[in-house]
């Protein structure tokens, strides 16, 4: 089993999680794993880091098939005995003028974005070794969708005592409103990507807590973070922001020294803790 230092980024074969591959092999200490859905994708995207003299490692990963999630964990288990970073940066948007229907993009969205965010922590956080950064990628969409909720979804999201059941609950909740087309009636704002963003805001802060209760002693951080409004394949070629510029946040979060006991629980963005 090696004893190297081993990170791991979802959705890394292009944009945001691509960029944060490669600072991680500038910075990082260790073994740094691109994961994507389709390997030919990612390895397309390793022969481009291997040009630049990065030497990172491939493995399959989709966040939407629970399978692909456990055999990673696995092989992070036999081959490393855990892992010491997990960047879960894979996530989906549908473009504003997509004709599918809301309730379709609703339940699309957060399948990937909070409930596979979601299976990957509960299959990887219990192999997080002591010292080890979590960092979940949510988008300042969260917050400005959390504004547009009504007072009581806003009361309940903001709260220090929400459970994960009571969060997947909620999560389903809309899916199942915007079905109804009651999900405005029933205080939810009109942004399906920012509704998954709200809920992988508040899992962050939830798994933070868990981790306080759980493995006090093992310094392990968890964040959530914005990085930015940034020129992907998602955000469109307007956004002012440059993939690496994006990945600033998530790295900083990831590279967090081994004596740093916070941010921890927080949504930051421009490595500047945010209220939420």
């Given at each position: ?252 979060l990831a590279l ?15 490595k500047t803790v945010?209220?939420?």
């Open positions: 089993m090696s004893s190297t230092p081993v990170a791991v980024v979802t959705g890394a074969n292009k944009g945001i999680g691509f960029a944060i591959v490669r600072a991680l092999c500038k910075q990082f200490q260790g073994d740094v794993y691109l994961t994507a859905r389709d390997p030919g994708r990612g390895q397309a995207a390793m022969a481009k880091l291997q040009e630049e003299g990065l030497h990172p490692f491939f493995h399959q990963l989709d966040i939407d098939d629970l399978q692909s999630i456990r055999a990673l964990r696995d092989f992070l288990k036999e081959k490393y005995g855990g892992l010491n970073v997990l960047v879960n940066n894979a996530g989906i948007a549908f473009k504003v003028l997509d004709p599918a229907p809301f309730a379709v993009q609703a339940e699309v969205t957060l399948k990937t974005n909070f409930f596979g965010t979601r299976n990957v922590c509960t299959e990887l956080l219990p192999l997080v070794k002591p010292y080890g950064r979590v960092v979940n990628v949510s988008s300042v969409a969260s917050i400005s969708s959390l504004a547009n909720c009504s007072k009581e979804l806003q009361q309940k999201f903001r709260s220090d005592t929400i459970t994960e059941e009571e969060l997947v609950k909620l999560m389903t909740k809309f899916v199942e409103d915007t079905k109804n087309n009651t999900h405005k009636k029933e205080g939810w704002p009109n942004t399906a990507y920012g509704v998954s963003k709200i809920g992988v805001t508040v899992l962050s802060r939830i798994q933070a807590r868990m981790i306080n209760e759980k493995r006090k002693g093992d310094h392990i951080l968890i964040n959530a973070c914005c990085p930015g409004w940034v020129r992907t394949d998602m955000a469109g070629p307007k956004a002012p922001k440059s993939p690496d510029e994006g990945a600033e946040t998530p790295v900083y967090l020294p081994a004596d740093a006991d916070r941010p921890h629980g927080q949504f930051v963005s421009d945010r209220t939420w």
